[in-house]
């Protein structure tokens, strides 16, 4: 996540200073660029349909930026505090989802689509205008905002009088200077904005043109070989006792179990999203040994790059108990496991994988314990 958030700082950085921004921002004074977008709310929103306000504020934001998700809470006060005061608030994802690489989701359970806008919202309780302009990105590019949130600030004719950051950090006890509300305390006050532009931050603008890096993505994981290897009981206690700091998420499935198989491409992308991070996916096949071609052949259909592993003998209550004593029935079983084999989430059953990625992304160490606590719900 560090890897991602400073490749992209370091890219706006480079471009900004020679000039070469393929999408340039909206200058200073320009009219409003007019949009029309669906939001999370299921209805088409305009840019007249804020005609009666005093001010309006246009952010770029996305899901599954962690930089975003710190300035969600903010936004939503930013909204509440001054919808009575003449102030329209309306947030855009701009970002193309399939110009995405999975493995860019690494700090989200979902990705930018106007699905997983509509989840996120209900999740996080938002109420702020989410609007939609991944398919096109016309509006977008009439903005040309470079990272998320990029914020426009425009007066009462629709002029823009400010855009960048909405503050000064993504860390909540860092912040040290409110732009965006500075710009529009200034506006409703009838007084000149000071700072008219601020140097933005956070997860570069996912452009269509990117679409060839998942293509090449793709095509590398087409290419990866896919295996599988026996596993007996002392493997198993192995396995649980997930010695060390590792993150490891293990599934228990068969080719013959429906309910194994429909979720099983979904726990191939969480592997794939948290891979860089070090977390582990190991699935483990209760077939019978002399089915391992079968086995074999389903795992190559899902690609499924994780360690795999098929019960090396037909005695499945005696490996069942070496992983755990406890589990004595049915698959799918999943089993998340911290440093030291700490149990941190179990489903026996269709696991529900919006909730399992949130447990992973609230656990998993990173740059800044304020990412965890958004997924813990603090």
């Not at 020679?18 to 409003?32: N, V």
């Not at 008219?196 to 060839?212: D, L, N, R």
């Not at 990866?224 to 499935?253: E, I, Q």
């Not at 429906?258 to 948290?274: H, P």
Request: with cysteine.
């Amino acid at each position: 996540m560090r890897k991602l958030f400073t490749f992209a700082l370091i890219s706006l950085m480079s471009l900004a200073l020679h000039g070469q921004m393929t999408h340039p921002i909206l200058p200073l004074g320009s009219p409003a660029p007019n949009f029309d977008l669906p939001g999370v709310d299921g209805k088409m929103h305009q840019l007249s349909d804020y005609a009666k306000s005093k001010v309006l504020v246009v952010i770029f934001n996305c899901d599954h930026c962690p930089i975003a998700q710190m300035y969600e809470s903010r936004i939503e006060k930013l909204y509440e505090d001054y919808k009575d005061r003449g102030v329209a608030v309306v947030v855009i994802e701009g970002n193309d989802p399939n110009a995405t690489v999975i493995s860019e989701l690494d700090s989200s359970d979902l990705g930018d689509t106007l699905a997983d806008m509509k989840i996120r919202a209900a999740y996080k309780h938002l109420h702020y205008p989410y609007l939609y302009d991944g398919a096109t990105q016309s509006v977008t590019r009439a903005y040309g905002p470079q990272a998320t949130p990029h914020v426009f600030v425009f007066d009462q004719n629709r002029r823009l009088r400010y855009e960048g950051r909405f503050d000064n950090s993504y860390r909540i006890e860092k912040v040290r200077t409110h732009d965006a509300q500075n710009a529009i305390d200034e506006l409703l006050a009838n007084k000149p904005v000071l700072v008219t532009h601020t140097a933005v931050f956070g997860c570069s603008t996912k452009w269509k043109e990117k679409q060839a890096l998942v293509a090449e993505y793709n095509e590398k994981l087409d290419g990866t070989p896919v295996t599988v290897s026996m596993v007996d009981a002392a493997g198993l206690k192995k396995l649980r006792a997930n010695a060390g700091d590792n993150y490891t998420l293990v599934d228990f499935w068969a080719t013959w179990c429906g309910s194994c198989v429909a979720e099983f491409a979904d726990l191939q992308d969480t592997f794939r999203m948290y891979n860089d991070r070090g977390f582990k996916l190991v699935t483990v096949s209760v077939n019978s040994p002399d089915e391992k071609a079968s086995v074999q052949r389903f795992l190559q259909r899902k690609h499924a790059t994780s360690e795999n592993l098929l019960f090396s003998s037909d005695d499945t209550a005696t490996l069942q108990a070496a992983f755990d004593p406890k589990w004595q029935s049915a698959v799918p079983y999943t089993v998340l496991l911290g440093p030291n084999g700490k149990v941190l989430f179990t489903s026996l059953g269709s696991v529900d994988i919006l909730q399992l990625r949130r447990k992973i992304l609230a656990a998993m160490p990173s740059d800044y314990i304020g990412f965890n606590k958004y997924w813990a719900g603090q």
